[in-house]
């Protein structure tokens, strides 16, 4: 039998999701945070083995994004799963604009200017945020507005 702590996520990080939440000077016990752990840990595997039941069914090896999304849809979890595309795209673009800028940079300096990108779009690419945290946004907000 697997053990029962290894199936659950770590309680640290269900500490500072809560206080993300909660107001300062909130308190939550620790049954509420194993609680919550177990929950949420719970819907996981539910989702999880939704994808991976798909991907079994097609042939298919690894879960991605697509898939997690698609088995919050099936489950009846549609504002979540928009919520989840969302963020989805924004992360796959920023790796791209990331991927360009590294790739820009490693280019030779021989290269003539139609072969680089022009100046504004070498700019877009700098200022456009520069860490997946800046795609941060709040799910439960997508859910309230959808509703």
């Known amino acids: 039998m697997v053990d029962e702590h290894v199936k659950l996520i770590p309680i640290a ?3 500072r999701i809560i206080k993300q939440i909660l107001p300062p000077t ?49 489950l009846g979890f549609d504002n979540y799963a ?9 992360l796959r673009e920023f790796e791209r604009l990331r991927a360009n ?7 030779d300096e021989d290269n003539t200017d139609e072969e680089c990108a022009s100046e504004s779009e070498k700019q877009e690419i700098t200022t456009t945020s520069t860490s997946p945290a800046s795609l941060k946004f709040n799910v439960m907000e997508m859910v ?4």
């Open 82 to 90: 928009e919520a989840m595309l969302k963020y989805l795209y924004k």
């Open 13 to 15: 990080n269900v500490g």
């Open 101 to 107: 800028q590294n790739k820009g940079s490693n280019d």
């Open 26 to 74: 909130a308190k939550i016990s620790k049954e509420a945070k194993e609680t919550i752990q177990e929950c949420a840990s719970e819907f996981i595997s539910f989702v999880t083995g939704e994808a991976s039941d798909k991907c079994h069914k097609e042939n298919r090896r690894t879960v991605n994004g697509d898939d997690i999304c698609w088995a919050l849809s099936s």
């Open 144 to 147: 309230e507005r959808s509703n």
